[in-house]
């Protein structure tokens, strides 16, 4: 650990170990009605948003059990 050079007066040590502060910090301010509507629509939209990719990624995540070949049709009839 590390040493100190100089000597510490025991009673100093002793002093700081018994020492409390009185200083309180001040009570929190309660959220408005306007910053909870606003962090509950930021909470729905976030939710709203995991539950939509969740959605459309599920099709892609199987493992490819539904094999659909998509053929490519030409327009070009007979080459005219």
Do not use: C, W
Not at 8 to 19: D, H, I, K, L, M
Not at 51 to 73: D, Y
């Amino acid at each position: 650990m590390f040493r100190r050079r100089e000597p510490v007066p025991f009673a100093f040590v002793a002093e700081s170990e018994r020492y409390r502060s009185n200083v309180t910090p001040p009570p929190r301010a309660r959220a408005s009605r306007s910053q909870l509507a606003r962090q509950a629509l930021v909470g729905i939209t976030v939710t709203a948003g995991l539950v939509g990719a969740l959605l459309f990624g599920m099709p892609a995540m199987q493992a490819g059990t539904q094999s659909t070949h998509h053929t490519q049709q030409s327009e070009a009839k007979d080459g005219r």
